[in-house]
């Protein structure tokens, strides 16, 4: 999509008024900077100081709070760490003693506002969201993304998403500013479930690519020679033609870059705790899910957090030596 100028009228599906944007972290400030590019008014928010002066700097207007970003707004979209933090910004937060409070969002804003929703939650949270927002007399949106800072910079996300097909469509222009693809999931909290089934996918099969690298280690066999072999047979994923867990066969994974994510191994354990959430409410005889939650949950615990999930190989190698070691 080409870029229009800032005095250009707003996009298509959106009536004249901002975007509030919550949430200019990582993820959020890029994808907010690419719908400035594209001509849209944006109004932003961030808890972190630093944040705020990056959006700034890129020419998107900034607000003293949430609730005053959202305030007039013909859009809400929020990029926030939590479900809670999302239910808690829409519904506000009562004063405490020696706190004050916070309005709603839902209540602050104008009648008939679209609340777009890209943070990565729990389905039920999500259908809460939705309901809380209709209820009010919004229009509600889950798109969570999937293609990590590096999409987020180049506009190149996708985004799964959960609406009614009139809201999808009213949505659907400004996530084709932020992302290459837009696939409509079903309605309220669909979009949330393609996005965990869809990590819980790629969590697993991360770990297995990194297990038969080291396996492939022990055994003799370069790493080119593997990844030659296995990214043209039946062992071809995205986790290893595109995020190689080893430096040198795929030269722009993070492998080649000491781990810096990339997609950081806490968000990895994040996204599959949603999954594990997601297969007891529903009874899902999984083994693999867990077992991959569990390993996350480990290696972010143990340094791993901030470095890329596919640094999960490094834990893999150091427990099989430490394996060996005992065996000794």
């Not at 222009?173 to 999931?185: A, F, I, N, T, Y």
């Not at 994040?270 to 693999?288: C, I, P, Q, Y």
Request: glycine share 12%; hydrophobic share 45%.
């Amino acid at each position: 999509m080409s870029e229009a100028s800032p005095s250009e009228p707003a996009q298509p599906g959106v009536q004249a008024g901002t975007i509030a944007f919550l949430g200019l972290g990582h993820m959020g400030g890029p994808m907010a900077i690419n719908l400035v590019k594209a001509g849209y008014t944006v109004t932003g928010f961030d808890v972190v100081p630093a944040a705020l002066e990056t959006a700034r700097a890129h020419g998107i207007a900034t607000a003293e709070t949430a609730a005053e970003a959202a305030a007039g707004a013909a859009v809400v979209l929020t990029m926030l760490p939590s479900g809670k933090h999302l239910l808690d910004a829409y519904r506000g937060i009562p004063a405490q003693p020696g706190q004050p409070g916070q309005p709603g969002l839902l209540d602050v804003a104008s009648p008939g506002t679209l609340f777009l929703d890209c943070s990565t939650i729990n389905v039920d949270e999500a259908r809460e969201a939705a309901e809380l927002a209709v209820a009010a007399g919004h229009r509600a949106v889950d798109a969570p993304v999937s293609g990590g800072v590096v999409g987020a910079e180049a506009g190149t996300l996708t985004f799964m998403v959960g609406a009614l097909p009139e809201d999808f469509e009213a949505a659907k222009p400004m996530l084709e500013v932020m992302g290459k693809r837009v696939v409509h999931c079903g309605e309220h909290g669909a979009g949330q479930a393609a996005k965990i089934c869809n990590n819980m996918i790629l969590g697993v099969s991360m770990i297995a690519v990194s297990e038969a690298f080291v396996l492939g280690e022990k055994l003799g066999l370069t790493h080119q020679a593997l990844f030659d072999v296995a990214s043209a047979a039946s062992g071809q994923c995205w986790a290893l033609t595109t995020n190689c867990p080893v430096p040198g066969p795929v030269p722009t994974s993070p492998a080649n870059r000491d781990y810096q994510p990339g997609f950081a191994g806490a968000l990895m354990a994040k996204d599959l705790k949603l999954a594990l959430n997601a297969l007891e409410s529903t009874g899902v005889a999984a083994r693999l899910g867990p077992l991959a939650s569990e390993i996350y949950d480990t290696f972010a615990a143990e340094g791993g957090a901030g470095r890329d999930f596919s640094g999960i190989i490094t834990d893999i190698r150091d427990k099989s030596a430490q394996q060996l070691r005992g065996q000794a």
